[in-house]
Nanobody
Framework: QVQLVESGGGLVQPGGSLRLSCSAS????????ISWYRQGPGKQRELAAS???????NVPESMQGRFTISRDNDKKTAYLQMSSLNPEDTATYYC?????????WGQGTQVTVSS
């Protein structure tokens, strides 16, 4: 079992930046996909960014150039760097780890983009 804890959310003005963190209770280094999903008010959960153990990334087109996913060398912390935020980015952001066929989720961190 792996516990994931997100942090770094908050209120930011349009055009601003935030960095979200996802801390895992265990280090993961092989056969994983670490992802950030988000769910806005009245919307379905959607992928924001993902990173595989082969170091490939996937960022949806609407977030390309603004969202970057990375992982710390400690192999326990993943990040989502977000820039040029707009009100449509307002959502709860969730960290997901798919590791050896099992899915683990964090509790989410709220990001609100508003002036």
């Amino acid at each position: 079992q792996v516990q994931l804890v997100e942090s770094g959310g908050g209120l930011v003005q349009p055009g601003g930046s935030l960095r979200l963190s996802c801390s895992a209770s265990k280090a993961y280094s092989t056969n994983f996909v670490i992802s950030w999903y988000r769910q806005g008010p009245g919307k379905q959960r959607e992928l924001a960014a993902s990173l595989t153990s082969k170091n490939t990334t996937n960022v949806p087109e609407s977030m390309q150039g603004r969202f970057t996913i990375s992982r710390d060398n400690d192999k326990k912390t993943a990040y989502l760097q977000m820039s040029s935020l707009n009100p449509e980015d307002t959502a709860t952001y969730y960290c997901n780890l798919r590791w050896f066929g099992q899915d683990f989720w964090g509790q989410g961190t709220q990001v609100t983009v508003s002036s």
